[in-house]
């Protein structure tokens, strides 16, 4: 079998690496770059250039430039170059082309399978997408697995102690925090939390935001339009950036960085790492909510982490690193390349789904990732019925039987939504489909078995089945249903906000829905048995089904008093005894 490369394919940067030797290496591209920007470019002669030529020519070029395509992934985002719209898909596929051309290279042998990384966020559509972009830049995607945990499989390499560890990971446009536990055989990711929108660019415009201002203040010219100029600027702020990781100054020196009437404009400045920190200082302050929710949904205190790892770039500011040892009380390990770690476990995880015996058999690992978010289905009075919690390990085959809500019902549409909130509404619609051909009987006697499935790579099945007639249907989840990043982050901000008024609907939902079902057995008892009943009785229980069908008509949990409730509560239980007695009568 030949070589399987492992790709991270970053939002600023790309990786790629592959076991040699039982080791993992990275392959350096033709320039001898161990990395390459994840930049593509058209030129006007529509010449496709990607990584640091693209990157290079961007201040000549911006129009046919796309940089961080990574966050438009598993959207419907276009562009269009040189006459033509690319999705994120086919740009992302260049990338990748380039990286297997390379690996090729390196190799001497054609390369086809590859296994791709993404950031433990991305849901089903963003997973989807990027195996898409593997199959269009003719990869064989054997699996895609989140980043921390590649990272985590890259440090295991030498490491065979079990311990929980924290990976935490600032790249250029996402950061992600992920728990995870290290086993003898076994990587299991406890949970994850993190912003899609956070990252190293974030960190650059904040100084050219700076320098523009200075300039316009120092020397009266705006910088901001002159296109060019500002993209010069932001390589240079980025650069002063680096440099701040390991001194305490930087200088930006700008030679005819414009014009202005008529005359070159040179902008010199200095930036202090001081500066620099208070320029940046609340989005370093950014990343503890989430490492704060990843270390409560894995239930363990920041003192039971074992290790905690840095992975990508910006970890190398030393206000991140501060921030890091600020909250978890522990020294981040720095025995691993933030840059290249993630590539290194790809290639890992590669040769052991090759079944080569290159590894070593303690380094053999089985991967076990987790769902970002909870999934549901639609029941009776558009409460979402969670089937799957969020942060379940993958992959996951979870059955739940479900039943119908009227009478000789012969079909149900099953509505999966992804959130954390109890009501549909909600939540995230992520896919709908009709199960047809359900046997005819009473409210709530066929048994629908429906079942969510989520292979390794994250990609979600859900099937129903009429266990009585056999009737089947299913769907996977496609990427027209998608949930961005900034969503899932939105639904659990949501989840946390409205917890509390949420609990309080899915009380009355739920007493509401009883409510019914007890009407609806109390009216088949008295089909049966109202004969044998006395008058009075009789009188009584249909005064008692008058009084609660009333409020159960009228009831909306969004907008019931608890006086309301109350009454509803009264007048269900009042009924329940009565109900109980007759449907007694049945034995
Ligand atoms: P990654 O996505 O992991 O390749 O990280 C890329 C980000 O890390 C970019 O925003 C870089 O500017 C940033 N970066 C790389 N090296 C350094 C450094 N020495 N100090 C600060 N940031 C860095």
Known sequence: MSKVIGIDLGTTNSCVAVVEGGVPVIIPNEKGERTTPSVIAFTESGERLVGSAARRQAAVNPERTVASIKRHMGTDWRKNLGGKMYSPQEISAMILRKLREDAQNYLGETITDAVITVPAYFNDIQRQATKDAGRIAGLNVLRIINEP????????????????????????GTFDVSIIEIGDSVIEVLATAGDNHLGGDDFDERIVNHLVAECRQRQRVDLTRDTTAMVRLKEAAEQAKKELSATEAATISLPFITQHAGQPVHFEATLTRA?????????????????????ND???????????????????????????????GKEPSRNINPD????????????????STALTASTGILLLDVTPLSLAIETVGGVATRVVERNTTLPIHYSQIF??????????????????????????????????GIKRAAAGVPQIEVTFDIDTNGILTVSARDKDTGMAQSITITANEKMSE?????????????????????????????????????????????????????????ADMALLTKIVYKAKPEKMSDADFEALKRAAETLRL??????GMDT
Do not use: W
């Open 403 to 436: 039943t119908t809500a009227a009478a000789f019902q012969s079909s149900v549409e099953i509505h999966v939504l992804q959130g954390e909130r109890p009501m549909a509404r909600d939540n995230k619609t992520i896919g709908k489909f009709r199960l047809k």
């Open 275 to 295: 500066k620099f920190n208070e320029l940046t200082r609340d989005l370093v302050e950014r990343t503890e909510g989430p490492v704060r929710s990843a270390l």
């Open 149 to 172: 945990t590649s990272a985590a499989l890259a440090y295991g390499l030498n490491n065979g102690a079990a311990q929980k560890i924290m990976v935490y990971d600032l790249g250029g």
């Open 298 to 328: 894995a239930g363990i205190a920041a003192s039971e982490l074992g290790r905690v790892l840095l992975v990508g770039g910006s970890t190398r500011i030393p206000a991140v690193q501060e921030m890091v040892r600020r909250i978890t």
């Open 340 to 355: 290249e770690c993630v590539a290194q476990g790809a290639a890992m995880q590669g040769e052991t789904l090759s079944g």
């Open 486 to 542: 900034a969503e899932i982050q939105q639904a659990i901000r949501d989840a946390e906000q409205y917890a509390s008024q949420d609990g309080a609907q899915r009380d009355k939902m739920t007493t509401i829905n009883e409510a019914q079902r007890l009407l609806n057995v109390t009216q088949d008892a008295l089909n049966r048995h109202g004969k044998q009943l006395d008058k009075e009785e009789k009188k009584r229980i249909k």
């Open 578 to 583: 009565s109900s109980e007695h007759l449907r």
